[in-house]
């Protein structure tokens, strides 16, 4: 399932415009990202829990000459912690 879909099936269970629900997901999308961008941590009670993590510099190995070395710099990567519900309701 894509984001339009998403948005398609929200709709339909909600009774109101796609293009409503288009805008209202992506307003929440988008305030998740800013929060994450400012080392916030975004929790849906029940769902999960959004945050970004600090990846560590280290030094890897060049997959088309694995002789070579690589430095692979440090970066802020996005994670996800599913919640108890919904860990319980894939069970």
């Keep these: 399932m894509n984001k339009a879909d998403l948005a398609q099936h929200v709709a339909e269970k ?9 805008d209202t997901l992506n307003a929440i999308l ?18 999960g829990a959004f945050s970004a993590k600090m990846r560590a ?19 802020t990567v ?3 912690k599913a919640g108890k519900a919904l860990k319980d309701s894939l069970k």
């Design 78 to 80: 996005p994670k996800f």
């Design 30 to 47: 988008d305030t998740v990202v800013e929060q994450l961008k400012k080392g916030e941590e975004v929790v849906l009670t029940g769902f």
């Design 57 to 75: 510099a280290r030094q890897g190995v060049n997959p088309q000459n694995p002789s070579q070395k690589i430095q692979i710099a440090a970066v």
């Design 14 to 22: 909600l009774n109101l415009p796609k293009r409503q629900i288009e």
